[in-house]
């Protein structure tokens, strides 16, 4: 093995791994060879993105033939970033895993949780890491179908549905995505992105092209739960085991998201996406729709996961306006913000597993008096939360600061005061449940609750120091989102 196979080994750990798992069938092994093969993703994330810092993007041709005819994984700024995003949640998360997974899935099911985790994180760091357009689709039906199946193993039987409605959806999102790249292809004669930004550059004026466009972004915006295309989100995050909530919450979306920047920007080009077809005009009230029909809708919930994922609703709201806003400042704020909610996310999700595992459930009415007996997990809760208002000092201030800047520098202060609304709005259901944990007499279940195990309160404390560090400590996480930022302003056509 040589440091030029990190690419493709960066896939095929996990992608072999998972299979390992189910002809071993035992859940220990199983969990040891899903825990060895997220972390050595996570280091090959790490290694890969000093590489891309230090010399430049990395191209690896598989099979030996060359692009555009093979398929190439290509990583450059802006997908390490997001490789290192995913790999890191994939491997804190599993490390966090084994407690939760005994509890709420059924013992002969376990060593598929492992399979179906290996499988759906390889095919997120596949659609990252590819340079082929439909490679990309190979591996988001890899993702896709593996995520199915882990909502599916909820303890609720509303799991099924939700995992069916989002097997709708998703199947219809990849399906818009894929007859996209085929217009494309019929338009252009190639499918890898460098190639067709080159070809598409030189045919814009088509109307094939075009539908392309539309056909790919509605695709991806229903993978990545852009609003109005958001309805599968709720279900599957709420009635997910909650280890599986906390995976896909912090890595899914953002690979989407990350998608969606490539199309708008790398294939398709600055100039026709957002001068030619006007996608900042388009983006910026549904972004804006997102941020409060999201945040309002979570105000009323009961059940605390359900709140997170509506909650992720307006998050994805802000990034996709740092899109809109179509400045470097305004990408960078995005591509920041995409880091910044994987940390807040992943920390508030696996808080919510801690005390479903004690109370097996994480409704208000269930958690009257839990920061008393279960103070390490609430206060994760507590830090996260305010991450995910904006407080300073954390992550999400400082995305939500770049994007405030954005608005300003193009002279929007109407978004600016929208920004900060809808943060106002993240108090209040944030507040909700920090009301009823420290300020409720404890129920007898709740008294009678002890603190999650440490194998659980490490892995979600490491991110919920993140949150911290990275709102004080900016100059790994904006130097990587500015230098991302300047990469795709400057590419496509």
Known sequence: MTISNLPVLQIVVPLLAGPLCVLLRREDVSYGIALVASWASFAMSVLLLMMVIESGPISFALGGWEPPWGIEYRVDSVNAYVLLIVAAIGAVVITYARPSVAYEIDPE???LFYTAYLLCLSGLLGVTITGDAFNVFVFLEISSLSSYVLISLGRDRKALTAAYRYLIFGT?????????VGLLYQATGTLNMADLAERVSMVTDSRTVRVAFAFMVVGIGMKAALFPL?????????????????FLAATATKVSIYLLLRVYFTIFG???SIQTLGLGDALLPL????????SGVAIFQPDIKRMLAYSSVAQIGYMVLGIGIATTVGLTAGI???FNHALMKGALFMAMGCVFLRLGSVRLEAMHGIGKTMPWTMGAFVVGGLSLIGVPATAGFVSKWYL???ALERDWWWAAVLILLSSLLAIIYIWRVIEVAYFRPPTDAVAAAKEAPLLMLVP????????VYFGLDTRVSVGIAEHAAQSLMGGGS
Do not use: D
């Open 109 to 111: 099911r376990r060593y």
């Open 172 to 180: 219809i999102g990849a399906t818009f995505y894929l007859i996209g």
């Open 230 to 246: 958001h309805i599968w989100l709720p279900n599957a995050y709420a009635y997910a085991p909650s280890v599986v909530t906390a």
């Open 270 to 272: 600055t100039s026709f």
């Open 287 to 294: 972004a804006i729709l997102a941020m409060f029909v999201g």
């Open 336 to 338: 920041l913000h995409l």
């Open 404 to 406: 405030i800047l954005a």
């Open 460 to 467: 979600m404390w490491v991110l919920t120091i993140a949150n």
